[in-house]
Every structure is written in C-alpha cells, then in structure tokens.
C-alpha cells in the first residue's frame, strides 16, 4: 500500500476545519436538493480517481449541505454531538476495519462489546448477565429485543416460532403507551405482530398504569407491553413500578424504549424516574444521543438472553463458531451478520 499518511492528515484537516466552523456557520444548508445533486453527481467516472482528489471534491461538495449538528445553536431532534475521543476512536475503527460478527473475526472488538455490556448494566442498575446486542439505532433495537420477546411468549404458549412460523400460531397481543414512539409500530410491523393496542396516557404522554391493568385483565394468551424512558415531545416517564408489577403478574414480557430516557439511570438526580424499569425484559437506548458517539450507535440488552439468542442466531458449516460461552459472537445477538 502507499504512503496513506498524508492522504488521512489531509482528511484530518478538512475533519477540524469542519468542527471548528461550527458555531459560525448556518445552522441549516443555504443549498437546495437539486444543487447538491449537481455538486454530488455527474457521471459516473470511466475510471480510478487519485484517494486526494477524491477527498477534496467529496469534502467541497458535501460542505454547503451538511447540518451543523454538532453547534450549540442546533435544537432540531434529539442529536448528540460526537466527543473528541468517540470521534477519534471512530476513526480508528474505521482504520481497523474488523468485521466482528464472530470472535475469531475481530477477537478485540468482540471483547470491547462485552466490556460496554458489563459498564452499561452497572451504570444503569441493569441485570449483570443481561445479553446485548450493538445496533444502528433504537429502531433495530426494537426489532431485535421484539423479536427475542414474540420468541418467549409464544414459547410459553407451546409455540416454536421460529421453527413454525406465524401461520396458526396464537395470537401475540401487543399492549402500548397512547404516546409511543412510532418505531415500536415499525418494529411489531417487520415481525409480523400488526398493529398494536394503545392504552391511554395522561396529557404528558405517560401510560396510565390503571388503563394497563384494565388492559392486562381483558385477556389472556401471549401479551407483550412497551413502556417508554422519555416520550419524545414531553421527556415523560412511564410509571415502571407499577407497569412491571401489572405484567409480572400477568407473565407478558416487558419492554423500555429508552432511546433517551434510560440514561437518566446514570444520575442520582434522576434516577427516580427510571425507578421500576430494571424490572422489564428488554431495554433498548441509542448510544449517539447521551453517549455522544458518531452515529449510528444503538444498544438492545435483553434479561431473557436465551430468548434473545433464539431469535437471532443462525450457523452455517463455513461459520467458526464458539458454543462454549467463553467468547462472544456479536451475529448471535443482532439482525446483522456481519
């Protein structure tokens, strides 16, 4: 390979010219959608580009339709800016480039990952064998913790889902806060669970524990219920003390959107607003918000690991794989397979 440092000072530079014009520079692009096309596209080139060039038109081209996110003076959405040191450590993973869907892919990254699971479950009172998996946003998080719990209920219910499918299966009863996120709809949508029952919250957007339990009482049969750390309008917080006591009683799984929210386990001010939650099932939170690293960077910890593992996992006769529990394949706990 040739010398690639001057290439990467040079993508350093127009990376710290970038951050340094943040607070100077609009905080939405002056640009329109059809300039960016004609600055981005053209035709696509009959040949190589030298790795310079390419740095240097990307970054002028890029630069009038880039948000700045990162400024103080942005308020649009929940965004994080990235730290330095989540940044620089980006960079380093992109340089490192380890596809870490098996241990013996990327034994380092595999053991970073249950590293940040051993951190993250003490930070936030979490189950310490809680099971995790890294996705690209709460989103997928959902998926995968959704997942995990259609696994467990019907299990329960003497149904192997992933053996036999939906088709004739019992019917899951999905129970969620009137104020919800909308990526929970997404989610139960992708596993084929259809839409779900919504249960009236108060004028903060927080379930009302007494509508569940009416809820919870109606039926019987496989029942799974979504509770929320920080509804998106208001930062409202769920009753999860009494919310976990209504569906412990009534053997559901219970899940926590805290795509922002759950980090308020991590302040003693705070924590009382999250008081309960450690009781659910499966939490999901994004990593690029409080954590302030680069997106995209979500978390999904299950208490059930096994139902967690049964929904994901798959093998192959060309997979290494390690059954021992003594490494950590990341493909066993995420959608991803790479």
């Known amino acids: ?16 010219e970038y951050l340094e014009s943040l607070e100077d520079r609009p ?28 740095v240097e038109r990307l ?51 595999s053991v970073v990952e ?19 998996g890294f996705v690209t946003g709460t989103q997928m998080g959902s998926v995968t913790a959704l997942a995990a ?3 467990r209920v019907l299990d329960r219910a003497g149904w192997d889902v992933g053996r036999d499918g939906l088709s004739g299966a019992p ?66 917080f769920d009753p999860f003390e009494e919310i976990a006591a209504a ?6 799984w219970l899940h926590v959107d805290g795509a922002f929210g759950l980090w308020a386990a991590a302040s003693p001010q705070l924590r009382g607003l999250v008081r309960g939650a450690e009781r659910a099932d499966s939490w999901i939170t994004d990593a690029h918000k409080w954590l302030n690293v680069p997106y995209d960077s979500a978390l999904v910890l299950c208490a059930d690991s096994e139902a967690h593992r049964a929904a994901m996992a798959t093998t192959a006769s060309y997979l290494i794989q390690d059954d021992s529990g003594a490494v950590y394949d990341q493909m066993d706990w995420v959608p991803e397979f790479s």
Not at 114 to 132: K, N
Not at 200 to 228: F, N, Y
């Open 247 to 252: 569906t412990a009683e009534h053997g559901a």
């Open 171 to 236: 019917r899951v009863r999905v129970l969620v806060g009137e104020k919800r996120h909308v990526t929970i709809d997404r989610a139960l949508r992708l596993l084929g669970l259809g839409a779900p029952e919504a249960v009236a919250a108060d004028a903060q957007g927080r379930m009302k524990a007494d509508a569940l339990r009416v809820a919870l009482d109606s039926h019987e049969g496989p029942t799974i219920v979504c509770a929320q750390a920080g509804e998106v309008n208001t930062g409202s």
């Open 59 to 109: 970054a002028a081209a890029a630069d009038p339709g880039l948000v700045a996110m990162g400024s103080g003076r942005y308020f649009g959405f929940v965004i994080g800016g990235a730290l330095p040191a989540a940044l620089a450590a980006d960079w380093l993973a992109s340089a490192w480039d380890q596809n870490a869907g098996l241990y013996v892919g990327g034994p380092s990254a």
């Open 27 to 54: 905080v939405f692009p002056q640009v329109n959608a059809d300039e960016l096309r004609r600055s981005l596209g053209g035709p696509l080139p009959d040949g190589p580009t030298e790795p310079e060039e390419v």
């Open 114 to 132: 249950q590293v940040v699971r051993d951190w993250v479950c003490d930070l936030l009172g979490l189950p310490a064998d809680a099971s995790i």
């Open 149 to 151: 719990a259609r696994f």
């Open 1 to 16: 390979m040739n010398d690639i440092r001057p290439l990467l000072r040079r993508t350093a530079e127009l990376a710290s």
